[in-house]
């Protein structure tokens, strides 16, 4: 029985050496230049990049990967677990204008996870040499570019002692509502979440043969769990075929994606709901008519809100070209279990609620809220009130708290962070509970994913989920971009004396500076009508202003801090 991800490496590269493990589209395109490493290269790669660790006494210690989109990550990320290395996922710093987020960012994990080595494409390398007066904690670490490890040194790899319970990596979070930390994701973790994720998703022998071994198509982040942990080790985990593209070359066209799932005809294969609305908004009649999308099983929708009328849209749009509304897979995931909690049934279509059945969504502009599935076999998961720690009826709105084998072990070096989540008890169960910190309930089984505990506007004793006004907020007119709007609240006079207040930030297009007072207006009369709330302030920003964390996820705490401090690329404002 495998041990760790290693070990199936192992097998895999003994037993389909020549099979492709992955190809990558350098330029996101399908008829452009591809690059694929079979199980055999994979394994050997993966054993020289560990043997030069382990030749230089690292093992047990971090290792930064600072990779720009590519199999090159994979095999550095291998390479460190074949190492007995502690991987530590980041993203290297890229353009002028992402310099210095992701400059702040990368000192932090540096320091934060005491690495004592960087691993990295040959460009990222010596950039990161040019940032000496940047970056002065370079002068302590060693910084190799993977490329430049010879084949041959895989002949010195030694096999590491690794257990259930050895660290594999450090996944840190986004940081939607606080700073990010370093979730210490074991093994064990790993195995026991792919095993998860293999059923959930529907991912059997038969399957797997009846695909030809083509399974998955992603252009998710690598570095982030849903890129990293689905996509790229569900495939080493089963020994199939990845086709993997950069989310950048996604963002600047979106029918790369559906091109990809048409020409290679994977069985999974997905995003978050912002990546649907994008696809929605470049689509046209001609390019649907060249799709085929008949073979695409599992559409995967996670990481934030799933949207009822996204859904639809997309179904519609793309019925055409074979996309089927069964295919549609709401799931939900945190870093802390892995990745994977609950997921839907394979040829099942996801399950809507009507507003009026939803009780916490009552007057919700979309009319529905979205189940995200049934827990993985192994999984418990209970709604709690977070206050009093007591389980929660179904039906009820409480926090979400989880247990089993995928939940981590707990935050890097921060133990009182991991008692407060990581160690939660409920009364009348045994063992302990993961606080995810979401809020949702369960019906017949299901879990249905209302918002984030901190992120909870009160206004007049009343509950709003901010998910809800911005939704409502981006159908107010075309110009808003969709998944792009963050909504929160302020204090209402000096000192809170008038109660908190909605604000509503919305990215638009820069042109509807011309129609801004019709915007804010229809902003306005939306909310109002949905919701019954009043809007203090409707800012309208530049595109790409909105605080996002590295998964795409709203940072509606930042957002309001910057626009308390008065630092938004405003639009205009009303």
């Known amino acids: 029985m495998a041990r760790s991800l290693v070990d199936l490496l192992t097998m895999h590269a003994s037993h389909q050496p020549d099979r492709t493990a992955y190809r990558f589209l350098v330029t996101g395109d399908c008829g452009g230049e ?34 720009p989109p590519g199999l090159e990550f994979i095999t550095g990320y291998l390479g460190c677990l074949s190492a007995g290395v502690v991987a530590v996922p980041g993203v290297p710093p890229q353009g002028r204008a ?103 998703m529907g991912h059997t022998p038969d399957t797997i043969e009846e695909y030809g071994r083509e399974l998955i198509v992603s252009w998710l982040p690598m570095y982030h769990d849903m890129g990293l942990i689905g996509p790229v080790l569900n495939t080493l985990y089963l020994g199939v075929t990845a086709t993997l593209f950069s989310p950048l070359h996604f963002l600047q066209r979106p029918d790369r994606w559906l091109e990809a799932v048409s020409r290679y005809r994977p069985h999974t294969s997905g995003g978050p709901n912002f990546a649907y609305e994008l696809c929605l908004k470049h689509a046209t009649p001609e390019r649907v008519d060249e799709l085929d999308l008949t073979s695409w099983k599992v ?88 206050e009093r720690h007591e389980e929660l009826p179904e039906g009820e709105v409480g926090e979400i708290w989880v247990a089993g084998a995928s939940v981590a072990k707990g935050y890097w070096r921060n133990t009182l962070a991991t008692r407060e989540t990581f160690r939660a008890t409920l009364a009348g169960r045994a063992g302990r509970f993961l606080r995810t910190g979401d809020l949702g309930f369960v019906r017949e089984g299901e879990l249905f994913v209302t918002g984030r505990l901190k992120d909870l506007i009160v206004i007049d004793g009343r509950n709003h989920y901010p998910q809800d006004l911005e939704l409502s907020a981006e159908m107010a007119h075309p110009a808003l971009r969709p998944g792009c ?74 957002s309001r801090a910057a626009h308390l401090g008065g630092t938004l690329a405003v639009l205009a404002t009303r």
């Not at 990368?106 to 080595?117: N, W």
């Not at 060693?142 to 996944?171: G, H, K, M, N």
């Not at 042109?511 to 800012?539: F, M």
């Open 485 to 558: 709007t963050a909504a929160f609240s302020v204090d209402g006079g000096d000192g809170g004396v008038e109660g908190e207040q909605v604000v509503l930030v919305a990215e638009a297009a820069p042109e509807a500076a011309g129609e801004a007072e019709k915007i804010t207006d229809l902003i306005r009369s939306a909310i109002g009508e949905a919701h019954g709330v009043p809007v203090r302030d409707v800012v309208l920003v530049h595109p790409g202003t909105i605080p996002k964390t590295s998964s795409g996820k709203i940072q509606r705490h930042a």
């Open 98 to 200: 992402q310099n210095h987020r992701a400059l702040t960012r990368m000192r932090r994990l540096i320091a934060d996870a005491d690495a004592k080595v960087i691993l990295g494409g040959r460009e990222v390398i010596a950039a990161l040499t040019g940032m000496a007066e940047q970056l002065p904690e370079l002068a302590d670490l060693t910084c190799v570019a993977t490329e430049d490890i010879p084949d041959e040194q895989a002949a010195y790899w030694r096999e590491p002692e690794l257990t259930a319970d050895s660290v594999a990596f450090l996944q840190y979070t986004s940081g939607s509502t606080s700073a990010p930390k370093g979730v210490v994701v074991t093994h064990g973790n790993l195995l026991d979440n792919e095993r998860v994720i293999t059923e959930r």
């Open 34 to 67: 591809i690059q694929d490493i079979s199980y055999g290269r994979l394994a050997g790669r993966a054993r020289a990049v560990a043997a030069w660790l382990q030749e230089r006494g690292l093992t047990g210690s971090r290792a930064m990967l600072l990779y």
């Open 299 to 386: 559409a995967f929708n996670g990481a934030e809100p799933v949207r009822p009328a996204t859904l639809r849209r997309f179904t519609d749009t793309f019925a055409p070209a074979g996309f089927r509304r069964e295919a549609f897979y709401p799931c939900y995931g945190l870093a802390e279990s892995t990745v994977m909690v609950t997921g839907g049934r394979v040829d099942t279509p996801p399950t809507l609620l009507a507003a009026a059945d939803t009780g916490p969504h009552a007057g919700e502009a979309d009319a529905a809220a979205v189940g995200c599935g049934r827990p993985g076999p192994g999984v418990t998961l209970v709604i709690a009130d977070p």
